[in-house]
């Protein structure tokens, strides 16, 4: 069984950054993909970053550039998202998702198995 737990969530300004962070208990072996998805208010869940076992990663148009999702080095358990120049339209639920799919461009909510609770970020104008 795994279990994603998130945090780093909070509030800050406009061009302000935040580092998200998401703990993997349980074994995610190889073939997985990770990432991160948020939801506004009245809008759908979107993909924002994932990263593959294999270290390869892709981004949403509306974050590259601005964001980094990293694997921690020193410990492989621990999934980073590092988002710069924050935006008032960044505000959202966001959460980590792990599956066994490799995720290239296009990927899915449904091709995700395991959840985190979430973390809110707010960024105010």
């Known amino acids: 069984q795994v279990q994603l737990v998130e945090s780093g969530g909070g509030s800050v300004q406009a061009g302000g950054s935040l580092r998200l962070s998401c703990t993997v208990f349980?074994?995610?072996?190889?073939?997985?993909?990770l990432g991160w998805f948020r939801q506004a208010p009245g809008k759908e869940r979107e993909g924002v970053a994932v990263?593959?076992?294999?270290?390869?990663?892709?981004y949403a148009d509306s974050v590259k550039g601005r964001f980094t999702i990293s694997q921690d080095n020193a410990k492989n358990t621990l999934y980073l998202l590092q988002m710069n120049s924050l935006k008032p339209e960044d505000t959202a639920m966001y959460y980590c998702?792990?599956?066994?799919?490799?995720?290239?461009?296009?990927?899915?909510?449904?091709?995700?198995?395991?959840w985190g609770q979430g973390t809110q970020v707010t960024v105010s104008s």
């Open positions: 998702a792990a599956g066994w799919v490799y995720c290239s461009g296009a990927y899915s909510p449904r091709d995700f198995g395991y």
């Open positions: 349980g074994y995610l072996y190889g073939g997985f993909c």
């Open positions: 990263i593959n076992s294999d270290g390869s990663t892709f």
